[in-house]
C-alpha cells in the first residue's frame, strides 16, 4: 500500500522522516536497550527526550526565559476548563467567538465564572474574524481569549488585539509552529500536538511564569498548572512516547529552517490552492480573503452533489480525508506543515481536470 495524501484537519500528516526514524528506533532506542514506550518516565534516558523536547521548542518559537514551558494531557479541551480555573482572580474574561473551539472555551469558562462575547462571525457562519472595538474589552478581565486559527472554518487572525495589562490567551492547535508567533504578546497560549506537533496525546502549554498562581478552590491537582510547572511535567507519568515523536518533529522542523522556513513553504502551499479557487469557475473558498488561514482551507462547488462526486474521486485518486467539517459541507484541505508543496500542486492538477470533466 502505498501513502496517501492526507489533508486530514487532525490527526493529521506526519513527516515521513520523521516516522522513519520512529521506526528506526521504535523496539530499541539508542543504547537504551528498550523503546521509549517501556522506560520510565524517570529514567536518564527519558529525561534528556523531554529536557532536549522542550529545549527544541524554546528555540524555536523563540520562547522567553520568563514563560513556562509545559507538556500535559487532556487535549485542547482540557484547556478549555484549564485556564478559567487557573486565571480567574475576578471571575471574568473577554472571548471573541470565531467558531466551535471558541464556542466550547466559552462553555467551559462559564462553569466557573463570567464568559463576556465581545465579538462573534456566527451570522455568517464564522467565515470571518470579526472587527474588535477596544471600547468593548472589559478592563478588569483576568485574560482575553481568541482562537488564532480556526481549524473547521479556515479563518485566522492577521493582527492581534491590543488588550493592554489584560492577558491574551490563545489557542495554537492548529497554528503551531506553522507561522512565527511572538510568544512575548501571550499571557499563555496552548496547543494539542496532533495537527502540527506529532501523534495526539501531548498538549504543549507555553504560559508566562508570574501568571502561574492558586488555582480556584476545588481544582482538582492535575488542572492545577503550578503543579505541572514546578515539578517540569513530570508530577505523573507524561505522555512520554507523544513528547519523544513531537521531539523528533521539532528536529525536522529546525532542518526545515525553522519556523521560518516552514512558514514560506506554508504560504507558497495555501498560495497555490488560494490562487487556482480564486481562478476556478467551479470551487469557491469560503472565508473572507483578508482572513485565511493557512493550515484550513475550505472550499465548495455549486452543489451536495458536485462535492461528493468530488471527494468520491479525490479519494479514489489518493487524495483523501478532503471532506469539509459537518458543520460547513463541501471540502476542506487541511495542509499542515507536514504535507509536501508537491501534495497541493497535485491536488491543484486533479481539481482541474475534475473542473473539465464536469463541465
Ligand atoms: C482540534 C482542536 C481543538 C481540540 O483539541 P483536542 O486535543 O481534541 O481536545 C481545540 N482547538 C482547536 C483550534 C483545534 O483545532
Redesign the pocket.
Known amino acids: 500500500m502505498e501513502r496517501v495524501y492526507n489533508f486530514s484537519?487532525?490527526p493529521s500528516m506526519l513527516p515521513l522522516p520523521v516516522l522513519e526514524k520512529i521506526q528506526k528506533e521504535l523496539v530499541c532506542y539508542g543504547n537504551s536497550g528498550m523503546s521509549v514506550m517501556e522506560m520510565s518516565h524517570r529514567s536518564k534516558v527519558f529525561e534528556e527526550i523531554i529536557q532536549g523536547a522542550e529545549k527544541l521548542l524554546r528555540e524555536l518559537m523563540d520562547i522567553p526565559d520568563n514563560y513556562k514551558v509545559m507538556f500535559l494531557q487532556?487535549?485542547?479541551?482540557?484547556q478549555f476548563a484549564m485556564i478559567p480555573m487557573n486565571l480567574f482572580k475576578n471571575k471574568k474574561a473577554d472571548f471573541v467567538k470565531t467558531g466551535q473551539?471558541a464556542k466550547k472555551a466559552i462553555e467551559e469558562a462559564s462553569k466557573f465564572g463570567t464568559a463576556n462575547v465581545i465579538a462573534s462571525s456566527e451570522d455568517k457562519t464564522y467565515s470571518y474574524i470579526p472587527v474588535l472595538h477596544k471600547e468593548d474589552f472589559s478592563k478588569d478581565a483576568d485574560y482575553f481569549y481568541i482562537?488564532y486559527?480556526?481549524?473547521i472554518y479556515g479563518t485566522r487572525y492577521t493582527e492581534l488585539p491590543d488588550t493592554g495589562d489584560v492577558p491574551l490567551v490563545a489557542?495554537i492547535?492548529?497554528n503551531i509552529m506553522s507561522e512565527v508567533i511572538d510568544v512575548n504578546k501571550f499571557g499563555l497560549l496552548f496547543a494539542?500536538a496532533?495537527?502540527n506537533v506529532g501523534p495526539?496525546g501531548v498538549?504543549i502549554v507555553i504560559m508566562r511564569e508570574d501568571l502561574i498562581s492558586e488555582p480556584i478552590s476545588g481544582t482538582p491537582t492535575m488542572l492545577n498548572y503550578s503543579i505541572h510547572s514546578n515539578a517540569g511535567s513530570l508530577y505523573n507519568t507524561p505522555p512520554c512516547f507523544a513528547i519523544y515523536a513531537a521531539k523528533l518533529v521539532f528536529e525536522w522542523i529546525k532542518d526545515m529552517g525553522g519556523v521560518k522556513g516552514v512558514q514560506a513553504i506554508n504560504e507558497e502551499k495555501a498560495g497555490i490552492l488560494y490562487d487556482y479557487l480564486d481562478a476556478s469557475n467551479m470551487f469557491k473558498g469560503t472565508v473572507v480573503y483578508k482572513d485565511r488561514s493557512l493550515m484550513n482551507i475550505p472550499f465548495v462547488t455549486k452543489s451536495d452533489e458536485l462535492n461528493a462526486k468530488f471527494i468520491k474521486e479525490a479519494t479514489d485518486s489518493g487524495f483523501v480525508n478532503l471532506k469539509g467539517h459537518r458543520t460547513v459541507g463541501g471540502m476542506r484541505a487541511s495542509i499542515y506543515n507536514a504535507m509536501p508543496v508537491e501534495g497541493v500542486s497535485k491536488l491543484v492538477e486533479f481539481m482541474k481536470k475534475f473542473e473539465v470533466d464536469n463541465k
Open positions: 484537519a487532525g487532556g487535549g485542547g479541551s482540557t473551539w482562537t486559527n480556526n481549524t489557542d492547535s492548529s494539542g496532533q495537527k495526539a498538549t
